[in-house]
């Protein structure tokens, strides 16, 4: 895949991804750290490293632009996640977002990772749906 086309993926997915770990932080920090939320820029700041870092999910792409079978785009999402989960609970450690020894904390961690990794993949299958329609409506007017 071309450089700039790589990046081209990166920066779009990126704020669609910052906008589901802002929102699941919002709700996290809401329900495991009602006492202490004065966390400021510093958060926002490590959001959207973390954000960033996910986007790198953009390299699991089809590269060869040929269609996959449904096998190998299951193993592709499985991946991904896996890679996200990955991050994000790298992230959460390095940055202190939540206390390893307490599962309850871990459980949210796991089911916000999996809600915004839901959103952003349908998100992103609805795109790929109007685009598709798109070129197909295209390709029907110019025949």
């Known amino acids: ?3 700039m086309r790589l990046l ?3 920066l779009s997915v990126f704020p669609i991804i910052m ?3 802002s929102l699941a932080a919002a709700a996290y920090i809401g329900l495991f750290w009602e006492t202490d939320t004065s966390s400021g820029a510093a958060l926002i700041w490590q959001l959207a490293l973390c954000a960033f870092l ?8 089809n590269r060869k632009e040929r269609e996959l079978s449904k096998h190998a ?5 499985v991946l991904c996640f896996l890679y996200v989960n990955a991050v994000v609970m790298a992230c959460g450690f390095a940055f202190g977002w939540f206390h390893a020894e307490d ?8 089911l916000t990772i999996v809600a915004v990794f839901a959103a952003v993949t349908a998100v ?5 749906k109007k685009d598709a329609a798109r ?9």
């Open 124 to 128: 992103f299958y609805a795109r790929a």
């Open 8 to 10: 081209k993926q990166i």
């Open 135 to 143: 070129v197909n409506e295209r390709l029907q007017s110019r025949a």
């Open 54 to 61: 996910c986007s790198f999910c953009v390299f699991f792409g």
């Open 1 to 3: 895949m071309k450089p």
């Open 103 to 110: 599962w309850r904390m871990l459980l949210g961690m796991e």
């Open 73 to 77: 785009q299951l193993f592709r999402a």
């Open 19 to 21: 906008t589901g770990v």
